[in-house]
């Protein structure tokens, strides 16, 4: 099947044969990432059922899709690291050994592409013409997964050609484990209820079975940028985030890059598209998800979007919490997952205002507002191209990416955490990130609301021990080459915290632009601030809150450091670090001990 190849790249072709006969598909297709192949792809998947061509006129070149019920979310209970030594993966990751998963995973492989086609999908991330690409493949049975590599990455027969026959590449198989045999049909949402999301950081390889949801499937994303790509860094003296960049311009003319890490479904997306409501202040986006950042070679740290696309929660997302993503998707060409689909062929969510007297909801059932249960899973998503953002940077296609002059940890937390505070130095900074906690979302099986540890908003996504990480981070100080100043400020910021109504203090969206305003004035060594035993954090008349209807009481109440609510933090982060043994580097339990310090006196 490998004859009419279109490549002679030795060791994808043997890695391609293996894995043909293993899983033994009735045919394989190298992809080329054409707009033939997407229309051939996307048809195929509209008469099968698996899609529902939206209104060309509404969504144009855009698809309704459905999961099974089973499949809507990240596994994080099935997803592995297979280091060599069980020590590598950490307290925080499931481990296997790799011999050990590769004879289970075998099995699961043998035979589950019958009746199917296996797609090769060459794959880049990041620009084709960075110094040193970062090239993937991606081997998958699922048409649906195709579609979206294609939006989510950059793929086809461009990056085959740039990957020539010598060049690296990290192998990627995935399939839904969902053999048909002869004459059998198939469903529209094929996947298994075993489920597999394994990665091998020493060899640099991914394999996924039984999922075909998106985070467990395209696996690019999640598995290759982050949870690869730390290993790497760590190897190589970067780092590879799961955060927000974004392009700040003042009403002067200054510009400002920010990168931002908030867990999934905390408004990522939103603040990376922000639409400023203080007047003159710009916002271009960068990326929305993922920064693999570099020192460069003046000593600040650079940082690149290695995505093609935008994988966003859609419930929530409309034109007053983020205007752009909008725009972006009124463009078309796009793939809406486990939303819900109106009568006249458009696409509807929780969060886009009035409901629609009728509509079929994510499970395919009709649905009206006084249906009990939400029309849109509230993990759906919308996949859609980047490039369509009205409000991308052009930076965006710069390989060398842009300098990062702050970096926002943030989390969703009711009481507590104040809307905004400074770290008092890089070593601080890395602490407030490794106790950064957040309310669990649906972006992840498992019970909603629970608040947890969430180090840099990477927990699920770090490729080996979690300590080792924090130390890493700790001495990214010196590709400064001893200028702290070169090193990005670090700020937390939590728009979330509510009243004793239960109300939300802060109006967020758009309103962020006054933090944003006042992060911008401490990097100008301006913005006034109190020290407090968690930071700088901003008096109340240092927030520009002109036109904005807070009260008095709401805004000092969002900016509260409240003695109390923080000693009972004491215990919690002291068990959560007791949990990396003598891996948690010394300096982060210095710095627990100083704020219990400063609580004591404050």
């Avoid at 962020?512 to 992060?519: G, H, P, Q, Y």
Wanted: charged content about 25%; aromatic content about 10%; glycine content about 8%.
């Amino acid at each position: 099947m490998l004859d009419d190849a279109p490549t002679s790249h030795p060791r994808l072709l043997a890695w391609i044969d293996e894995v043909a006969a293993l899983t033994t598909p009735d045919r394989i297709v190298w992809c080329d990432g054409s707009e033939s192949e997407w229309a051939g792809i996307t048809d195929a998947l509209v008469e099968s059922g698996a899609l529902v061509r939206l209104d060309p006129a509404k969504k144009p070149n855009s698809f309704w899709a459905r999961t099974d019920p089973g499949d809507v979310a990240r596994v994080e209970e099935r997803t592995y690291i297979c280091s060599a030594d069980e020590a590598d993966a950490g307290p925080t990751n499931n481990w296997m050994a790799p011999a050990e998963m590769k004879t289970t995973m075998t099995e699961l492989y043998r035979g589950c592409m019958r009746g199917r086609t296996m797609y090769v999908v060459p794959f880049c991330m990041g620009p084709l013409d960075a110094p040193t690409p970062m090239f993937g493949v991606e081997l998958t049975d699922s048409p649906y997964v195709v579609a979206s590599m294609r939006i989510m990455t950059r793929m086809g027969a461009e990056v085959l050609a740039a990957l020539g026959d010598e060049t690296d590449f990290v192998p990627a198989l995935h399939s839904v484990g969902a053999p048909l045999e002869p004459g059998q049909d198939d469903v529209a949402w094929p996947c298994n209820e075993t489920k597999y999301i394994s990665h091998f950081p020493e060899t640099r390889e991914i394999w996924s079975f039984g999922s075909g949801y998106g985070g467990n499937s395209l696996l690019g994303k999640k598995c290759y940028a982050l949870r690869i790509a730390s290993v790497a860094a760590r190897d190589e003296g970067w780092l590879a985030e799961h955060m927000l960049i974004m392009k700040l311009t003042s009403p002067e003319g200054q510009v400002r890059y920010i990168a931002g890490a908030f867990p999934s479904a905390c408004g990522k997306t939103n603040l990376a598209m922000l639409e400023p409501t203080l007047p003159g202040w710009k916002v271009e986006t960068v990326g929305d998800d993922i920064a693999w950042m570099r020192f460069g070679e003046d000593g600040r740290l650079w940082a690149t979007n290695p995505e093609f696309g935008l994988f966003g929660v859609a419930p929530g997302t409309d034109f007053h919490t983020n205007p752009n993503a909008m725009r972006t998707l009124a463009q078309g060409n796009s793939v809406f997952t486990n939303v819900a689909l109106t009568d006249d062929g458009d696409i509807w969510w929780e969060g886009m205002g009035t409901p629609p007297s009728h509509l079929t909801d994510w499970k395919n059932q009709d649905w009206t507002p006084e249906s009990k249960n939400p029309s849109s899973h509230p993990n759906s998503r919308f996949c859609t191209p980047i490039e369509q953002c009205p409000i991308l940077a052009d930076e965006y296609h710069d390989p060398r990416g842009v300098p990062i002059d702050a970096i926002l940890f943030g989390g969703r937390r009711k009481t507590t955490i104040p809307l905004v505070a400074e770290a008092r130095d890089w070593v601080h900074g890395v602490y407030l990130g490794a106790t950064l906690s957040s309310e669990t979302t649906a972006a992840a099986v498992g019970q909603v609301g629970v608040v947890r540890r969430d180090p840099m908003a990477m927990l699920p996504f770090i490729g080996y021990h979690a300590g080792d990480y924090f130390q890493h981070w700790i001495d990214m100080a010196k590709g400064a080459s001893g200028d702290a100043a070169k090193l990005p400020k670090v700020f937390y910021v939590n728009w979330f915290r509510r009243g004793d109504d239960g109300g939300f203090l802060w109006p967020g969206f758009g309103e962020n632009s006054r933090v944003l305003k006042w992060i911008v004035e401490r990097l100008d060594g301006k913005g006034e601030a109190i020290e407090t035993a968690i930071g700088h954090v901003p008096t109340a008349t240092a927030l520009d809150v002109t036109g904005l209807d807070i009260s008095e009481d709401d805004l000092n109440a969002v900016l509260r450091v409240d003695r109390e609510e923080w000693l009972a933090e004491i215990p919690q982060v002291t068990e959560w670090f007791t949990k990396f043994g003598d891996k948690l580097p010394a300096v982060l339990w210095a710095e627990l001990d100083a704020l219990r310090a400063r609580l004591a006196d404050a």
